[in-house]
C-alpha cells in the first residue's frame, strides 16, 4: 500500500506559474516511479508527467512538454513545475505512483492515486 499527499494548486491567471507537491507518506515497498494525471469533469484522465526513479528519466503529454517540469527527490517526493499556464491547464490534478514502474497510462493505469489537487487558470 501507498498513499501519496498532495499540496499546491490554486487559481492563476493565463501565463502564470505554479508547483505541485507529493510525498510518498507511507509505503509497504517502494515505488518505482512517480507522475501526475490530470482530469476535466466529463473528459478522460490525461498522464501529464512521469519521472522513473531508475535512470532518471521522464515521460511529458504533448500538451505540456516545452512549459512543464517534473522533477524527484529520494525516489519518495515529486514536483511539477508548470510555467506559462493556460486555461486549458484548468483540471483536478493527481499524483500518481507505481512498483512496478507505470506511471504514464501508456500501458496501464499506475497503481497508486493522490486525492487530487484542483489547478484553475483564467483567461
Known amino acids: 500500500q501507498v498513499n501519496l499527499v498532495e499540496s499546491g494548486g490554486g487559481s492563476v491567471q493565463a501565463g502564470g506559474s505554479l508547483r505541485l507537491s507529493c510525498q510518498v507518506a507511507r509505503y509497504t515497498y517502494g515505488v518505482r516511479c512517480m507522475g501526475w494525471f490530470r482530469q476535466v469533469p466529463g473528459k478522460k484522465r490525461e498522464g501529464v508527467a512521469a519521472?522513473?526513479?531508475?535512470?532518471?528519466?521522464t515521460y511529458y503529454a504533448d500538451s505540456v512538454k516545452g512549459r512543464f517540469t517534473i522533477s524527484q527527490e529520494n525516489a519518495k517526493n515529486t514536483y511539477l513545475q508548470m510555467n506559462e499556464l493556460k486555461p486549458e491547464d484548468t483540471a483536478t490534478y493527481y499524483c500518481?505512483?507505481?512498483?512496478?514502474?507505470?506511471?504514464?497510462?501508456?500501458?496501464?493505469?499506475?497503481?497508486?492515486w493522490g486525492q487530487g489537487t484542483q489547478v484553475t487558470v483564467s483567461s
Open positions: 519521472v522513473y526513479f531508475n535512470g532518471g528519466s
Open positions: 500518481v505512483a507505481d512498483q512496478e514502474g507505470y506511471c504514464s497510462g501508456k500501458i496501464r493505469t499506475p497503481a497508486y
